[in-house]
């Protein structure tokens, strides 16, 4: 008796591959999504004016709109804003981009980044003025400060104006494609905090508390 042989399997054959269509007729690849530009003048993560702090310093990618200062065209491209909190009320920050570097200090991160905001938008200095297109610069977001946010006040109010403020947001949190139509210049952001208190106290803002 001749010990049983397992069953054998019948070969494997390949499938035929499918008729491939000529180079030239091949639908051609669409090109890679447009990233942002970088700046021209790239940031340590750490620059050398955050060294000496008390405090940690936080270093952030932020999208920046404005013109390219070769072509002149205006474009996305990808900035840096660093902060770093030098007492507890006393924020320091600086924005990077094609612009250079543009540094204030605030008693927030919101406020911070407010000033800076103030002299990228000043036609003087840009025309057009530069973009940070973050939710800081929604048009209705404003840093309530004691009403609302504690220090560093890295998150900021929505503010409605005869609502209550419920909601915030990430200061540095770049802007979702439904916050677009939000975005709003400084004056536009200062205006709406002016008719969102006015509803509370008339008279807010009229002896230069704002």
Known sequence: MHPQQPPMRPPQRQMPRPPQPPRAMRPPVSPPPHRPAAPQQ???DLPEWTKDGE???????????????E??????????????AR???EITMAVYGPFGRKM????????????IRGLLEDPEQHSPPWKVLVKGSRRDVWHVGHK?????????????????ATESVDVLAMLEPHDTPKFGLVEHQM???ME???RFEPDFGAGGVL
């Open 42 to 44: 790239p940031v340590e």
């Open 148 to 164: 609302v946010s504690i220090f560093p006040g890295d998150r900021a109010e929505i503010l409605v104006p005869g609502e209550k």
């Open 55 to 69: 405090f940690p310093a936080v270093s952030r990618d932020v999208p920046l709109y404005g013109k390219d200062p």
């Open 196 to 198: 969102y208190f006015r």
């Open 71 to 84: 072509s002149g065209k205006e474009q996305v491209w990808v900035g840096r804003v660093v902060w770093q």
């Open 104 to 115: 204030s200090t605030g008693e927030s991160v919101f406020d911070a980044l407010l000033k």
């Open 87 to 89: 007492t507890m009320k």
């Open 191 to 193: 205006a709406n905090c």
